[in-house]
DNA sequence: CGGTATCCAAAAGGATACTG
DNA sequence: CAGTATCCTTTTGGATACCG
């Protein structure tokens, strides 16, 4: 696929570059690589990955789930009871995820230098 | 890595994080994709892409040229001429960048499936 | 040509209160 | 518990004007 193509057209983006943004946004990373290890309940999940707000880990995870890559299992119970796991889709997708994240895990070190040397050259 | 230390800090992010959101922010995947090709001029660069304004075009640039995945060689000529290409360590992220966007792609078909199964369940 | 600086609109994100 | 609804703040992105 070309360059151009991966842009917008007219206002709104091509498909795949949404379910891109979606994987790796802010809190789509965390979701899937947290996800990827076993399944979560909502608040279980919340405290896992930290500072997320009620509200960006209810849209995220309702993305997610749009997208096939996450899915929702709400059991008939009171109090409420909701399970969050990958679906074969979703493991791919945080495998492919999981694979960026741990590359830069890797080059850290490498970009550190290079920013050290970059803000060097400039003071 | 945990998942929670993928997370913020008090107000900030882990560098790891920053380095993934650089990669993948909206013109920077574009950017990389662009230049594993060939190495481009500024303006040929922004009319590659399609829809960039000059100052996030710029801003991206300079994010990835600190972080040392862009080389910038800006020739001493009048009218001035700037070209950009791929350090071997940008190479190595834009092979990341590339693997997740074919990803996408190629499941596309699924997403969209999932997509109207999840819209038609609820209407 | 390849930027920088400034201003403004739009979108993302978070705090809080409320509900089944 | 697992959300929804509302309001408000922060961030992002683009248009414009100017400079070496």
Chains 1, 2 share one sequence.
Not at 7 to 20: A, T, W, Y
Not at 73 to 80: E, F, G, N, S, T
Not at 83 to 102: C, F, K, M, N, P
């Amino acid at each position: 696929m070309a360059v151009s193509e991966w842009n917008l057209s007219g206002d709104e983006m091509c498909p795949q570059r949404l379910v891109l943004e979606h994987v790796t946004s802010r809190w789509g990373v965390l979701v899937l690589i947290a996800l990827e290890e076993r399944s979560y309940r909502f608040s279980e999940l919340r405290r896992a990955i930290g500072k997320v707000s009620e509200k960006m880990l209810t849209q995220t995870l309702q993305t997610l789930e749009r997208d096939g890559l996450v899915h929702r299992d709400a059991k008939p119970v009171i109090p409420p009871r909701v399970d969050y796991s990958l679906t074969d889709l979703g493991r791919e997708a945080a495998g492919q995820v999981r694979a960026l994240a741990a590359w830069t895990e890797q080059r850290m070190d490498d970009v550190q230098k290079a920013r050290l040397a970059y803000d060097e050259a400039r003071s």
